[in-house]
């Protein structure tokens, strides 16, 4: 047996915020998902403006991080992206269709080497995603320092 530790909303809130904060900076419109270990919403953020269709995209982008450990972009990176035509997981994507993102915009959580959640952005370009999902990931680290999980 092994310890798990799960995000809450309580840890999920300041990644929001900081998420919110990165995306007025930069004057981009976000959608902002937070999921737990397991890929299930925790908590979610459309900010004023932003995109309908970037609340169902956001949620995919935290599930897919969650459920595969990784960023999302790195599916398709090259060379050797899993997700690339002629690379192992080519296709993958339809076999979650609609929960499954295998582009910029996922990032997983961690704590002490374990995956315990995950944020989805979704709005911008590549780079905005990144950079609001960078701010995100430095809250949460923040969050933990300052409050410890018992």
Known sequence: MHKIYRITLDDALPVLA?????AE?????QTICVVDESGQVIA???LPGARLTGVDISIAKAFTAAGHERATHLFNEPPNGPALPGNEAFGISHMLPG????????????????????VGVSGGNGEQDKAVGAAALAAFAEHVAANPPA
Do not use: T
Request: avoid cysteine; charge should be positive.
């Open 18 to 22: 900081a998420a919110r904060r990165k």
């Open 25 to 29: 900076e930069i004057g981009v419109k």
């Open 44 to 46: 979610l953020h459309r």
């Open 99 to 118: 929960k499954f993102a295998i582009f910029v915009g996922g990032f997983p959580i961690e704590h002490d080497g374990q995956i315990v959640g995950a």
